[in-house]
């Protein structure tokens, strides 16, 4: 059923449930209720009635005819039936149909009234059958007389009259238990409240009164109504001007939790706070742990630290006063080195035991160590066959760059594909299509004075209003709209002449009604005049013509209250955007309290766009998301401040940020080079400054490092296995700490090392890789294979960055002790034979023996050693980082999961000022679906029970829960009920 049609039935009710045109539709019968109590009136002042029958037509609807007479029987069968299906209550206790002061005509328009209203409000039987007491006893009621009367008979030219204006007293007890059983039916079709559309100006389930409600509807300004009808909701005898008096109308209502029929339901939860359980608590949170007035935490740690430390000052004590006394040569450290296999047989040869472990560990440290000397052998022996090899492996695998590809979708990059959230998603996509890309700008002026309605200044109400209501703020964001609806881009179309086409909003946007209309739908406060400046000048006047009544802040407030309004009583404009869709207030409106539309301090227009379940076919979308993103990124903003973001912003802000750490990648990798290639060097003669420095081999050394980042990338994309860019920001910096600390280690070693007289340079880098390469397998498959474990995360960042990292520090190990083994023989018979550093061409002066450890080694071995080993700085160091660790361990509890996605966006982003602004303004949060899969039987009545939410549904079924949730949204978060295309369907066959 079409939206907007929905809401005209509401209004074409409004007016003609006393008279209305049309033919009467079908009905099903109502059992007869239990007869309500009515006021009592003198029965010697015979009532007499007000009108009878219609007489002429009017822009609106039928008009009746005035009559003061008794009233009449119907004298008809039809008229009869009809009278006992729709006012049951007014039946005398007989179930006989009394006099009345209506006719069959009346009637029948009442029943095509009700017909468009039934299938709004019967969700709930207690709300139907008293908004058709009220409507019946106004239409045909025998004691018209004592409650209403003709404010104003027009006659015409050919002798008819017509009532073109009625006044009519009502008891507030009356009216009240007829809007209260009604205050909360759900109106399916717009996901909000049946009394939010009938209210007119208050609107607001919260704001309305009964007064309000029935005065909107007998307004004749709300475009239905066929005559005006004031509604006086007051109590006890009351006199009009002219001095007559009238007794209000008074007849019992049933309240929404009570079945007004024998085979009727009471209104369900959803349509009745009433019926409702008593709400479930909210969950208590945990109350905080408190020892002696400490948290739990920070107390256990503390006494944890206090007897740990306690201890090991008491056992440091104990061995200082027995070294003093001499009564044991221990020391407070026992030593117990590691053992050489050489070492274990010596021991073993005397005759002293030793652990089978240690035995099995030092031979099998002595097998790495001559597995090492052997491959160290080699690699400096077959220089060039290393060295080729490992060029040829290099190529091959960055060869795989070809097959590059980079992720830089936020869902693909953090959420894992086989996570509960992941899989419904999909299924939804699937199944209902992708949600709508969208496209925000959040609007502040600049000009914060607040604006003063333009009503007449004799009128004493004028309010102020903020800032956002002044005239040219609004202008300029009705100008930027326009502009971003007319905004064109060119995309590539091959099946064109010219190869490409236009695009514009209009191609991409959502539209809610197309083909019928083909407008896009916006939320913004231009919907409120149907995007057309010129509206803004539009006001009211009184009928006099000489007061301003109500102007665009009028209208804007009106429609912020009723969003689906199709006329305005005042400025005469639908709300209604030009799409046919709502703009609802809490989506227009930013930085307001409660319902203080007025005081709200920004605005905000969004755009829905079609996003297509195929991700190939948006390029649409992105051409013109990329240039409102540059035409909004230059928008002046002399008088107003702007903060957007469209659905491709945080993608491209990724990216972009990725490029611009290429720069500092780079960077990075010169100033490691420098700092290689100064510390490597080994000076002591400034003559030999050129022959001792290492610029060639530290050069080589990040290449390797480099290379075997690009190798990592290469392979995993002859996997497929797609990138993303925090591997590019991060990895390389990465392996270069990893791959930085062997050089030193395998450089460093070589030039302390005192090599044998007889000892060529191939044997010595080979005895010098055969002791520190196995402490390099170790410290790099520690570290490969800790990434690799991080590889085990569902999370596909995670997951992605960790095989990156792991294979990259894997291949940076093996080019270290392979290939730059080979490059470091070659420098150092380079640097043996007195030739130049990076031009071996050229030979310097002989070499002076020099093997001198450097000034930080001196420094760490003289002085650094000693204090750090010493025995008071021991005790203060364990108990200091010990302290660190249980710190530590006390403020786990603390720390915040989640991930706030300001963290991924450049410091100097468009899209952190929107995130800014959108938690200081936007007050709705994101959409929420109950999907029901597949198996579910919708032609049985018992499965749509479990899902529904109306009057006869069941108490738990999924609609119910979901309403029961919104009911604690301060801690469930879910806003609103649940809006179902099973409900809507119900309403639209009761039509």
Not at 49 to 63: D, E, H, K, N
Not at 789 to 817: C, E, N
Request: hydrophobic share 40%.
């Amino acid at each position: 059923m079409d939206f907007s049609s929905s809401c005209s039935y509401f209004l074409l009710l409004f007016c003609a449930l006393v008279h209305a045109q049309g033919v009467s539709g079908a009905w099903g019968s109502l059992t007869k209720p239990r007869l309500p109590t009515r006021t009592a009136y003198d029965a010697a002042d015979p009532a007499t009635c007000v009108w009878y029958g219609q007489c002429s037509s009017g822009p609106q609807g039928m008009l009746n005819c005035p009559y003061n007479g008794p009233p009449r029987p119907i004298n008809s069968s039809e008229g009869e039936a009809l009278f006992k299906e729709l006012c049951p209550t007014m039946l005398d206790p007989d179930g006989q149909v009394p006099d009345l002061c209506c006719d069959y005509s009346q009637l029948r328009a009442l029943q095509t009234q009700t017909d468009n209203v039934r299938s709004m409000i019967s969700r709930c039987p207690s709300c139907l059958q008293n908004f058709f007491t009220l409507y019946c006893e106004m239409t045909c009621s025998p004691q018209q007389s004592k409650f209403m009367y003709a404010k104003e008979i027009v006659d015409e030219k050919n002798g008819t009259s017509f009532i073109n204006e009625l006044a009519v007293y009502a008891d507030p007890e009356f009216v009240g238990g007829v809007f209260n059983s009604c205050r909360s039916v759900q109106f399916p079709s717009s996901n909000s409240l049946v009394i939010d559309v009938m209210c007119g100006t208050a609107g607001s389930n919260t704001a309305c009164t009964p007064q309000q409600w029935v005065s909107y509807m007998g307004n004749y300004q709300n475009g239905q109504a066929p005559f005006q009808i004031d509604w006086n909701v007051t109590a006890g005898p009351v006199q009009n001007s002219t001095g007559t008096e009238f007794v209000p109308l008074a007849v019992n209502s049933y309240a929404c939790n009570v079945a007004p029929t024998n085979d009727s339901s009471p209104c369900s939860c959803s349509d009745c706070v009433d019926s409702c359980p008593a709400p479930e608590p909210p969950p208590v949170p945990a109350p905080p742990c408190y020892i002696l007035g400490i948290d739990c935490a920070w107390a256990v740690c503390v006494f944890i630290y206090c007897g740990l430390s306690a201890g090991f000052l008491a056992y440091v004590i104990h061995h200082w006063l027995r070294q003093n006394s001499g009564s044991s040569s221990s020391s407070l450290r026992k030593e117990s080195p590691s053992r050489s296999l050489e070492d274990v047989d010596y021991i073993m040869a005397l005759g002293t035991s030793i652990s089978k472990f240690e035995e099995a560990g030092a031979r099998f440290d002595d097998l790495i160590q001559k597995f090492f000397f052997k491959w160290g052998l080699f690699c400096a022996q077959h220089t060039v066959i290393v060295l080729l090899g490992s060029a040829v492996l290099l190529v091959a695998c960055c060869c795989g760059w070809i097959f590059f590809t980079v992720t830089t979708d936020p869902v693909e990059l953090w959420s894992s594909p086989l996570s509960r959230a992941r899989t419904e998603k999909n299924y939804f996509d699937q199944h209902f299509g992708r949600f709508y890309r969208t496209e925000q700008i959040i609007i502040r002026p600049k000009n914060t004075e607040p604006v003063f309605n333009a009503l007449d200044t004799t009128i004493p109400s004028n309010i102020s209003y903020s800032a956002i209501f002044r005239p040219e703020f609004l202008q300029e964001i009705f100008a930027m709209e326009e502009h971003l609806l007319n905004l064109v881009v060119t995309v590539p179309d091959k099946s064109q002449a010219s190869g490409s086409r236009n695009v514009t909003l209009q191609d991409v946007c959502f539209q809610p009604l197309t083909p019928q209309n083909k407008n896009c739908a916006i939320m913004s406060i231009t919907q409120y005049f149907q995007s057309n400046v010129t509206n803004l000048q539009m006001t009211q006047m009184d009928p006099d013509g000489f007061f301003t009544w109500a102007t665009y802040i009028d209208h804007a407030m009106y429609c912020a209250n009723n969003p689906t309004a199709v006329k305005d009583l005042g400025v005469p404009l639908p709300c209604l955007g030009t799409a046919g869709a709502p703009a609802f207030p809490w989506v227009v409106f930013g930085g307001f309290e409660g319902v203080g539309y007025g005081n709200a301090t920004a605005l905000i227009v969004t755009f829905p766009v079609n996003n297509p379940l195929d991700a190939g076919k948006t390029e649409e979308a992105l051409a013109w998301e990329k240039a409102a993103i540059s035409y909004l990124k230059t928008y002046p903003t002399d008088n107003m401040t702007i903060s957007f973001m469209m659905e491709r912003s945080i993608e491209d802000e990724i990216q972009r940020e990725s490029q611009a750490d290429v720069a500092t990648v780079l960077l990075s990798y010169l100033v490691m080079f420098v700092y290689i290639t100064l510390t490597l060097g080994q000076y002591g003669n400034w003559k030999r400054c050129l022959i001792d420095s290492k610029i060639t081999l530290g050069l080589a050394g990040v290449l390797i490092v480099f290379a075997s980042f690009g190798a990592s990338v290469g392979f995993y994309s002859y996997c497929g296995l797609p990138a993303t860019l925090i591997i590019i920001e991060v990895i390389p910096f990465l392996v270069l700490a990893v791959g930085v600390d062997n050089i030193f280690i395998l450089v460093q070693t070589f030039q302390r090392d005192q090599p044998d007289s007889r000892e060529s340079i191939e044997d010595q880098i080979a005895r010098v890789v055969g002791k520190v390469g196995p402490s390099m397998l170790l410290t790099s498959l520690s570290e490969s294979c800790c990434f690799f474990i991080g590889a085990l995360s569902t999370m596909p960042a995670v997951k992605i960055f960790s095989l990156y990292a792991a294979l990259a520090v894997l291949i940076d190990f093996l080019l270290q002790i392979s290939c730059f083994v080979s490059l470091m023989t070659l420098d150092a018979k380079r640097q043996d034979s007195s030739r130049v550093d990076f031009f071996c061409f050229i030979k310097g002066s002989k070499k002076t023996t020099d093997n001198s450890p450097g000034i930080l080694y001196r420094f760490v071995s003289r002085y650094y050693t000693p204090f750090i080993t010493s025995k008071m700085v021991r005790v203060l160091v364990l108990l200091t980082f010990t302290g660190w660790l249980l710190a530590s361990i006390a403020v786990i509890n603390k720390i915040n999961v989640g991930f706030d996605q300001k963290i991924s966006m450049p410091e100097d982003s468009y899209v952190l000022n929107y995130f800014e602004a959108m938690d200081d303004y936007l007050g709705v949060g994101a959409p929420v679906y109950f999907v029901v899969e597949d198996g579910v039987n919708y032609t049985k009545v018992k499965e749509q029970n479990e899902i529904c939410s109306g009057s006869g549904c069941d108490p738990g079924s999924l609609l119910a829960q979901v309403y029961h949730a919104s009911r604690g949204a301060a801690w469930t978060k879910i806003a609103q009920p649940a809006s179902s295309w099973l409900d809507g369907m119900y309403d639209g066959i009761r039509i």
